[in-house]
């Protein structure tokens, strides 16, 4: 069984950054798409962006820029740098486990219970 555990979530002021962990356990992390989505209140859960098995990483246009993915895989983790944070970034941040290249949620087999960001004006 895979299970994964976000943190690193909290209040920060609009401009300034935050960098949230995923732990996974279960499985080969080291073969895994992982991805970052993000849900605010009212709406659907949306792409923020991936990292592949070869590092290859991909972003929504919303977070180009500004977020960057990066992967430990000797410590099964990986990580969202978020910098220049923006009001609109609030939202609850998942991570998930893709065998696919993970651009959708339904290629997303597991997810974390999520952390919540919020960014205020």
């Known amino acids: 069984q895979v299970q994964l555990v976000e943190s690193g979530g909290g209040l920060v002021q609009a401009g300034g950054s935050l960098r949230l962990s995923c732990v996974v356990s279960g499985g080969t992390f080291s073969s895994y798409t992982m991805g970052w989505f993000r849900q605010a209140p009212g709406n659907e859960r949306e792409f923020v962006g991936n990292?592949?098995?070869?590092?290859?990483?991909a972003y929504a246009d919303a977070v180009k820029g500004r977020f960057t993915i990066s992967r430990d895989n000797a410590k099964n983790t990986v990580y969202l740098r978020m910098n220049s944070l923006k009001s609109e970034d609030t939202a609850v941040y998942y991570c998930?486990?893709?065998?696919?290249?993970?651009?959708?949620?339904?290629?997303?087999?597991?997810w974390g219970q999520g952390t919540q960001v919020t960014v205020s004006s």
């Open positions: 998930g486990v893709s065998y696919n290249l993970g651009r959708i949620r339904a290629q997303y087999a597991y």
């Open positions: 990292i592949m098995w070869n590092n290859n990483t």
